[in-house]
């Protein structure tokens, strides 16, 4: 398997893992999709196994620690060093799940966070997801203040 930066070419396959892996409120649009590999493909990857993209996870820096629900409408460029990195998105296909794809993701972005000398990366989870990314360095600070998608999120929050 090899991670690499998004291309527009991707883009029909990564609306069918996160249409796979969301609900609809969740959901990225392809709208979303189009303005994140614009403005932040330096951010934004994908794991590809044997010629196929089978995961992928995205987010902007922002200067605050934890994720806003505006940024789920509009993202701009990413500055080239500092800020907090977010996970908008992580997904991996149904079919891939459970071969640490999604672990592989996440260290991806936190190595390229580390050398942009970001300070941490932050994510929203469900309740359900919490144990999954604090086996893998990740504090839960509480419950968030997002109401994207009509569900209760956590902060989780990795320094770095």
């Known amino acids: ?16 893992i996160e249409n796979a892996g969301f609900t609809p409120e969740e959901a990225a649009t392809e709208a979303a999709f189009r303005e994140r590999i ?4 330096d951010t934004f990857f994908v794991a590809v196994e044997d010629g196929q993209v089978v995961g992928l ?8 620690r ?10 701009l460029p990413n500055p080239p060093f500092g800020g907090h990195q977010t996970v908008l998105g992580v997904a991996v296909a149904p079919e891939q799940q459970g071969k640490g794809i999604a672990s ?12 942009a ?15 999954f990314y604090e086996k893998l ?13 009509g569900i209760e999120w956590y902060n989780l929050v990795k320094e770095l």
Do not use: W
């Open 38 to 41: 614009a403005n932040i493909p």
């Open 104 to 115: 592989k993701l996440l260290k991806h972005l936190e190595d390229e966070a580390r050398k």
């Open 66 to 75: 934890y994720i806003s629900d505006d940024l789920f409408e509009t993202v």
């Open 117 to 131: 000398k970001r300070e941490t990366v932050t994510l929203t989870c469900r309740a359900e997801l919490i144990s």
């Open 1 to 16: 398997m090899m991670i690499r930066q998004v291309e527009i070419t991707d883009l029909p396959t990564l609306l069918e």
């Open 137 to 149: 360095g990740y504090k839960n600070e509480g419950k968030s203040n997002s109401e994207h998608g």
């Open 57 to 64: 996870i995205n987010g902007p820096i922002v200067n605050v």
